[in-house]
């Protein structure tokens, strides 16, 4: 018994790892992470690294904004009149 509670739990562990990893919050502790073994002061590098900062901030916003897009897309067609269809048939 104990072992399926075992199993299960590691299971259920990887995708919420991932997901968190994949998360705003994983990318930011990464890039402090990052940004603590490769101390560099104000030039290129840093430049750089805030560039690579700005550029997976805005994969996130386009990522975000491309599923307000389906989730609205949905609702659109869950709210149009089904019996408006039938009629014009």
């Known amino acids: 018994m104990w072992i399926l509670v075992v199993v299960l739990l590691v299971a259920l562990m990887i995708p919420i790892t991932a997901?968190?990893?994949d998360s705003p919050l994983?990318?930011?502790i990464a890039r402090r992470l990052e940004g603590q073994a490769d101390e560099v002061g104000p030039g290129?590098?840093?430049l750089a690294?805030?560039?690579e900062a700005l550029e997976t901030d805005l994969e996130d916003l386009n990522r975000a904004i491309a599923g307000m897009r389906e989730e609205l897309q949905f609702v659109q067609r869950l709210l149009e009149d089904p019996?408006?269809?039938k009629?014009?048939?």
């Open 19 to 21: 997901i968190l990893l």
């Open 26 to 28: 994983g990318r930011s």
């Open 44 to 46: 290129a590098r840093g």
């Open 49 to 51: 690294r805030r560039v």
């Open 83 to 85: 019996t408006k269809k």
């Open 87 to 89: 009629r014009g048939s």
